[in-house]
C-alpha cells in the first residue's frame, strides 16, 4: 500500500491523513452525529438546561476543539458525567445566564492546566481503573438502552445515573420495561440488531468499510417505521418514541436561542467555586477518555494532554460565551466513532457539522428517527466495551487487578461516572501502594539466619511492613540486612535499622549490616571527597 507505515508486530498503518480516509471519516461522522444528538437533548434535559444548551455544547465539540486538539479518534460533547454538577451549579446561582460565567471560567482554568503540563497526571492512574470505567460505560448502554430498544422510553437519552427518580433506578426500569413492551420498538430493534450482528461476522459486509452498519440500521429503521404508518399498523411508533429535536424557525430563529452570560455575575463569589468544579472535573473526564480512547485506537496513536487540555479550555470557554453546556471528551460517543470506522479528527468535526445542520435546516427529518435503532447500535458499542473477555483477561492478571477493576465497575454502576471512578482511584492506588511494599524488599529463611534484601527503593511507605518483620525475628537469631542493590533508603527505614540495632542486642540477636544509607548521604560524601582535593588545593596556592 502507497504511504503505508509498519508498526507494532508487523502491524501495516495506513496512510491516516484527513484527505486520504474521507470516505471512512464521513460516514463515521453521520453515524456520530445521530447517535450524540439524543444524547446532547438528553444531558441538557436531565441537567434542567436550555434544550437549545446540549445542542450548542455539541457543535462547539464538533467543529472548533478538533481544530486544536491533536486527538484522532476523541469525539466532544455535553457530557452525561457532568448533569449533576450543572444541575447544582444553576440552581446555586440562580439563572443559567450566571452558570455560563462558571463555564466560561472553568475552560480559562482548564488551559491554565494545560500550560501547565498538569495534563500527564492521568498516567497515575492504574489501568485496571481505566479498564474498568470503559467495561462499566458498556453495562451502563447496554443497561440503559434496554428499554429504549424495546420502547420504554422514560429515561432520557444519555443519563448514566443509577437511581433515575425516587420510584426508579437502573435495575427497576428494565423490569417495568417488560410490562411496557412496544411491538413496533421491539420489530425495529430485532432487525436493527440482526443487521449489526450481519455486518460484523459476514465478510463480504466487512469489506464495505467505507459504510457503517449503524448507518444501515438507521436507514432501515426509519423506513420501517414509515411502512407501518402508511400501511395504518398498529405496531407504528409515536413521536413520543422517536427522536424529538426542538423546531426552530430557520438560522434566525436558531439564533434567537442562544443565550449569553451575566457578566455582573463575576462578583459573585461562588461562581469562582461552581467553575473551579467544571474545570476539575471537565479535566478529569476528558484524561481519562482521552486515556481510554488511545487503548482502544486501533492504530494505537498518542494523543498529547497538555494541548488538550488547551483544547478543551478553549471550547469551554466558547460554549460558555455561546450560551452551551460543559464540554469534554466523551467515551460513549468516541466508541462509536471507532466501531463506524472513524480514523482522523475529520470524523469529528463531520459530526460537529450534521450537529449544526441539523439545529438550522433538517430537525423535521430527524424526528422521524425510531430511538429503537439509536438504542441498538448503543447496545452493540456496550457489548463491544464490555466484552466477556476482558472479564476473563482481568481475572487472569490477578487479583491485584481485578479488584480495582470490579470495583470500578460496581461503583460507576451503583452512583455515577465521576464518583464511581474516583472511587475506584482509591481502590487501584491502594493495591498499587501493596504491591510496591511488598516489593521493596524480600525476606530469605536459612535456618536461624535470615537475609533481608531491600530492592531499588525503600520509602516510608515500607516503614509498617519492615517493623514488622523485624519484630517476628525469633530472639538468638543472626540477620544480614543487605541495601547494597537499593537506589534510595528513606530516613524512616535507617532509623528503624538503628533502633533494632539497639534493642537486638538485647534479644540476643546479631545484625549485619551492609551499605544502608540514603542517597543523600552518598550524595554529601561524594561531594566531601570531590571537595577535598579542592580545598588541598587551594591551601596549597594560599
Not at 224 to 244: C, S
Request: charged content about 15%; proline content about 4%.
Amino acid at each position: 500500500m502507497a504511504n503505508a507505515k509498519t508498526s507494532g508486530a508487523g502491524m501495516t498503518r495506513p496512510n491516516l491523513s484527513p484527505l486520504a480516509n474521507l470516505k471512512y471519516d464521513l460516514p463515521a461522522g453521520l453515524v456520530v452525529f445521530l447517535v450524540a444528538l439524543p444524547l446532547c437533548l438528553g444531558v441538557a434535559l436531565a441537567s434542567n438546561a436550555p434544550l437549545f444548551a446540549g445542542l450548542t455544547a455539541g457543535v462547539i465539540g464538533g467543529l472548533l476543539i478538533p481544530l486544536m486538539s491533536r486527538s484522532s479518534l476523541s469525539v466532544c460533547g455535553p457530557a452525561a458525567g457532568l448533569t449533576a454538577i450543572v444541575l447544582a451549579g444553576i440552581d446555586k446561582l440562580g439563572t443559567f445566564e450566571n452558570f455560563l460565567v462558571a463555564v466560561v471560567l472553568g475552560g480559562v482554568l482548564q488551559i491554565v492546566l494545560g500550560v501547565a503540563r498538569l495534563g500527564t497526571a492521568v498516567y497515575l492512574i492504574p489501568s485496571s481503573v481505566i479498564k474498568g470505567m470503559l467495561a462499566a460505560i458498556g453495562l451502563i448502554l447496554i443497561l440503559k438502552q434496554f428499554p429504549h430498544a424495546v420502547g420504554y422510553d422514560l429515561d432520557q437519552e444519555g443519563s448514566e445515573q443509577f437511581v433515575v427518580s425516587a420510584e426508579e433506578n437502573t435495575f427497576t426500569m428494565i423490569l417495568h420495561a417488560f410490562g411496557r413492551l412496544e411491538r413496533g420498538a421491539l420489530v425495529i430493534s430485532a432487525v436493527s440488531m440482526g443487521i449489526l450482528v450481519l455486518w460484523e461476522k459476514t465478510e463480504r459486509l466487512r469489506k464495505l468499510s467505507w459504510l457503517p452498519g449503524a448507518l444501515v440500521v438507521v436507514l432501515v429503521g426509519t423506513g420501517l417505521n414509515i411502512l407501518f404508518r402508511k400501511a395504518g399498523l398498529p405496531i407504528a411508533l409515536e413521536q413520543t418514541h422517536l427522536v424529538t429535536l426542538p423546531a426552530y424557525d430557520g438560522v434566525s430563529g436558531a439564533l434567537g436561542q442562544l443565550r449569553t452570560p451575566t457578566f455582573a455575575a463575576f462578583t459573585n463569589p461562588q461562581v469562582y467555586v461552581v467553575a473551579l468544579t467544571i474545570g476539575i472535573v471537565a479535566s478529569l473526564e476528558t484524561l481519562l477518555s482521552i486515556e481510554a480512547v488511545d487503548k482502544l485506537d486501533p492504530w494505537k496513536r498518542n494523543t498529547p494532554l497538555d494541548r488538550e487540555l488547551i483544547a478543551q479550555g478553549i471550547g469551554n470557554a466558547a460554549s460558555g460565551l455561546l450560551g452551551g453546556l460543559p464540554v469534554t471528551s466523551v467515551i460513549v460517543r468516541s466508541s462509536a466513532n471507532i466501531n463506524a470506522g472513524g480514523r482522523t479528527r475529520a470524523a469529528t468535526a463531520f459530526h460537529g457539522l450534521f450537529l449544526l445542520l441539523a439545529v438550522l435546516f433538517i430537525g423535521r427529518f430527524l424526528n422521524m428517527i425510531p430511538l429503537a435503532c439509536l438504542a441498538s447500535i448503543l447496545l452493540m458499542t456496550g457489548y463491544k466495551l464490555a466484552k466477556p473477555e476482558l472479564f476473563k483477561k482481568m481475572y487472569k492478571l490477578g487479583w491485584d487487578q481485578l479488584i480495582p477493576f470490579v470495583f470500578t465497575i460496581s461503583a460507576i454502576l451503583l452512583t455515577d461516572l465521576l464518583r464511581g471512578i474516583l472511587a475506584g482511584i482509591v481502590v487501584g492506588v491502594g493495591f498499587v501502594l501493596r504491591s510496591h511494599m511488598r516489593a521493596a524488599f524480600t525476606v530469605a529463611k536459612e535456618g536461624k539466619k535470615r537475609v533481608i534484601t531491600f530492592k531499588k527503593d525503600v520509602s516510608f511507605l515500607n516503614k509498617a511492613t519492615f517493623i514488622g518483620v523485624l519484630k517476628r525475628i525469633p530472639d538468638g537469631s543472626s540477620v544480614i540486612i543487605d541495601g547494597t542493590r537499593a537506589e534510595f533508603i528513606d530516613q524512616d527505614i535507617i532509623e528503624v535499622i538503628e533502633d533494632f540495632q539497639l534493642s537486638a542486642a538485647l534479644r540476643g540477636i546479631h545484625v549485619e549490616v551492609r551499605d544502608v544509607r540514603t542517597k543523600e548521604n552518598a550524595r554529601r560524601a561524594t561531594m566531601a571527597s570531590v571537595s577535598e582535593p579542592s580545598q588541598a588545593h587551594a591551601e596549597a596556592r594560599t
